[in-house]
Every structure is written in C-alpha cells, then in structure tokens.
C-alpha cells in the first residue's frame, strides 16, 4: 500500500512567520504535488514535482515555494505566512510511468494563520 | 484551459434511493478519477476510468466514462449511510497533473 504522511494534521501559527509543511512518500513515486483545499474551491494545485530538484507551478503558487531534495520527500514553504493562506494543504505522489497516474493523499495538515 | 463541473454540489437523500452525480470536463481527455473524501480526512481513490464507455462497479457505486460528451458520471444505488461524504471527480489534459471538480456533498439521510 501507497503510504504519504505529512508532518503535521494541525498547525497554528502568526502572520509573518515562515512557515514549512513536509511531505514523505514511500512508494518510490516520481511525481508529487501540493493542494490547498478550501470550501467551495474543491483542491487547487499549489505546485507539482516530477523529480528531484523539478518542480512545476500549479494554478496558485503565488506566496509558496517548494523543495525536493530527495525523491521521497516533498516540502511547501510559506515564506512570510498570511491570514488568506489558512487552509487544508493535501500532498499526494503517483507514479510516471504507464497510463493510470493515480494519485495517492496524505492525511491532510491543517493550517490556521493567526 | 481544462474546467471540470460537478452536479450537484449538495445532494440529500433517503437511504434506499437512487441518484446520479454528473461530471463535465471542457477539454478533451481519457481518463477520468473519482475519489471519496469524509470529513476531516484525505482523498481516497474510488474509480480510475481509462477509455471510452469504461464502466466500473463497486458495491452500491458505480462510475462510466463518456469522452465524446466529455462526461463522468457515478451512479449510487439503494444509498446507505455509510455512503455519506464528498465525492470528487478528476481528470488531465497535461500528463500528472490533475484538475479537480468542485465536489459533491452527499448526505443520506436515515
């Protein structure tokens, strides 16, 4: 079984601060990506990984960035973190190759800004 | 740019009813995801639809696959409770990445 864990369910913290959210998958998957989900909005791709140190900009990256420095492990970072960046952040992996490229989520962190 | 529509976004229903969620797509594409998601957790796959006229069952759910129409739907038969939960559908015109509908909260309601 595909397992994506992500380091924390839930986060508080200030506006302003820096903040990081960490995605690991153990499947040897190429692909990762990052999601915000808000209500009414369904889930938005922040940004997408097809490989280490690869990276692609989803459909709201502006106020993220993001790092893959190994292939199983996947980062979003808020650099000075905002009240409108609360939300559901969702990490999910699949693979490259064949034709399915189905994707697998992580349990989800979320995250308020104060 | 792919937009994908879902209809209903709220759907009640009695247990023991029927009813369908469509799912509509701008762009071309074939290959079409539904996922499951219940309250304050992740997204689990249900269904992976890879051509034309794929139709595939699982207990009370089952999903089809239309690409000339541009078209998903999942059918629930004889809802039961369990069955409660957001349900999402997906699909690509870029390779990995995915474009998601707006989802559809369904309540069945005893």
């Known amino acids: 079984d595909v397992k994506v864990t992500q380091s924390s369910r839930y986060l508080v913290k200030r506006t302003g601060e820096k903040v990081f959210l960490e995605c690991v998958q153990d499947?040897?998957?190429?692909?990762m990506f990052w999601y915000r989900q808000d209500p009414g909005l369904g889930l938005r791709l922040i940004y997408f990984?097809?490989?280490?140190?690869?990276?692609e900009k989803g459909d709201i990256p502006e106020g993220y960035s993001v790092s893959r420095e190994k292939k199983e492990r996947f980062s979003l970072i808020l650099e000075s973190a905002s009240t409108n960046q609360t939300s559901m952040y969702l990490c999910a992996s699949s693979l490259s190759a064949g034709l399915v490229h189905e994707q697998y989520f992580g349990p989800g962190t979320r995250l308020t800004v104060t | 740019e792919l937009k994908v529509e879902q209809n209903p976004l709220f759907l009640s229903m009695q247990e023991g009813k029927n009813y369908t969620i469509y799912c509509n797509y701008s762009?071309?594409?074939?290959?079409l995801y539904w996922y499951r998601q219940d309250p304050g957790k992740s997204l689990e796959s249900l269904f992976v639809?890879?051509?034309?006229?794929a139709v595939k069952q699982e207990g009370r759910l089952m999903a089809s696959l239309d690409t000339k129409a541009r078209l998903s739907t999942l059918h629930i038969t004889a809802a039961v409770h369990d069955l409660s939960a957001t349900y999402f559908c997906a699909t690509t015109n870029a390779g990995n990445m995915l474009t998601f509908g707006g989802g559809t909260r369904l309540m069945v309601k005893p």
């Open positions: 762009t071309t594409s074939d290959r």
């Open positions: 990984s097809y490989d280490v140190k690869m990276k």
């Open positions: 499947m040897d998957h190429e692909n």
């Open positions: 639809l890879l051509s034309n006229g």
